[in-house]
């Protein structure tokens, strides 16, 4: 008989359930969702899409299709990659998936058994540490520093361990918001070239970018099959298509193509052609302007409310772009409890995000999916809570 999930996983329940739990409470000003805001979605210019294409197509557009997706959907993406992520590929380098999502478990499935070794950030995206954890492996925390990855701890790491695979977030990491620096994006490609290790670039945050200088793609100075890149239409157009990407060498693609195969067979040709169509008739880059300027007025909100309001002892990130910023509290204060005593306001805590270390006393906030009028409103009731927690453990000591 299998071991119930508490016993094997040794808890009840899932944390990224818990996140759209969270998410999802209406009565409470929510900065727990990762959520694109409703308002960006272009509802008239999808619907337009689906009605076109749907006249346009013949009867075989119900029927099976490739397993690695739609060819000119991924062809546009590979005019994506060579000419923006100046990643040199072609279309059998890609790969449609139902999300990013789906190619972090597609990568899972394929390179890890019990107790294999992956390095992970810390912290870093509960829905791939939850992808990853379900295949029980060792996991091997390296800390994110405002640059990205530390380095030093992932060379040493690499030298004392057999690693499969390393796992990043290098733009807007979720949930610090930090981007690596682009030193660390080439030394990390040659480490994996030493070691003989995968890098998976998990990226859907890359255009959401409100300043700065947007950098290369990891996998953009992969010269060896080391690096797969993952991408997202989630956040720069709609989450319900549940498309994304993957870029990697035509061999792995083929070997992941297989265990596809076992599971949902291929993505949607239907939504792929939806977003096909959507990208002939619309020009995606000069909705995401549009986009970054409204996140980036809400994030300034978000920034300001946290600066005036949070107490001494008290830091918080100023991202570049991206959907979220962390908090980091005293080390005596544990977020989990918090969140438990803030009826008001959710956030996501941060136990869950340290795999190994379960570091308790930091934040994920959102600021994307709310209105700025409740952004303030939420800082200040959160920051109170906040204070009040300080004192009181004060009092304690």
Not at 164 to 181: A, D, E, H, V
Not at 354 to 378: A, D, W, Y
Request: a negative charge.
């Amino acid at each position: 008989m299998l071991p119930k999930k508490s016993e094997r996983f040794g808890k009840s329940s899932s944390e990224l359930d818990n996140l759209f739990a969270l998410s999802g409470q209406n009565e409470v000003i929510s900065f727990a969702a990762g959520y694109p805001a409703n308002e960006l979605f272009p509802k008239k210019e999808l619907d337009r899409a689906f009605k076109v294409r749907s006249t346009k197509v013949e009867a075989s557009f119900y029927q099976y299709g490739e397993v690695l997706g739609y060819t000119p959907l991924r062809k546009k993406i590979v005019n994506y990659a060579n000419n923006c992520l100046k990643i040199n590929c072609a279309v059998e380098n890609i790969m449609l998936t139902q999300g990013a999502q789906q190619g972090i478990n597609l990568l899972a499935e394929y390179f890890l058994d019990v107790g294999d070794g992956i390095v992970v950030e810390a912290p870093s995206y509960i829905g791939a540490l939850e992808a990853f954890e379900a295949k029980a492996p060792a996991f091997y925390e390296v800390p994110v520093r405002e640059d990205g990855m530390d380095m030093d701890v992932l060379e040493e790491t690499l030298m004392q361990h057999d690693v499969k695979l390393i796992y990043t977030i290098p733009n807007f990491q979720n949930p610090t918001g930090y981007c690596m620096s682009l030193a660390k994006r080439k030394q990390l490609v040659n480490l994996a070239q030493k070691y003989g290790v995968l890098v998976v670039e998990d990226d859907p945050y890359r255009e959401l970018r409100f300043s700065g200088e947007s950098l290369p793609t990891i996998k953009s100075f992969d010269t060896e099959g080391n690096v797969v890149t993952l991408g997202s239409f989630s956040k720069i157009l709609s989450p319900a298509l549940r498309t994304g990407w993957m870029i990697g060498d035509k061999n792995l693609i083929k070997a992941l193509s297989n265990v596809r195969l076992t599971q949902d067979c291929q993505p949607s040709n239907i939504v792929s052609e939806m977003i096909d169509e959507y990208l002939e008739s619309n020009d995606l880059f000069e909705h995401i302007q549009d986009m970054n300027k409204f996140y980036s007025q809400r994030k300034n909100v978000m920034i300001k409310a946290l600066q005036a309001n949070l107490p001494s002892g008290c830091s918080v990130s100023n991202p570049e772009g991206g959907f979220f910023i962390w908090v980091t509290l005293p080390e005596n204060i544990d977020s989990n409890v918090l969140l438990q005593s803030n009826a008001g306001v959710t956030f996501i805590s941060s136990g869950a995000l340290f795999v190994v270390s379960h570091e308790k006393n930091h934040m994920r906030l959102n600021f994307s999916g709310v209105s700025p009028t409740l952004i303030m409103q939420g800082c200040k009731q959160l920051c109170c809570t906040i204070e009040e927690a300080i004192k009181k453990i004060a009092v304690v000591a």
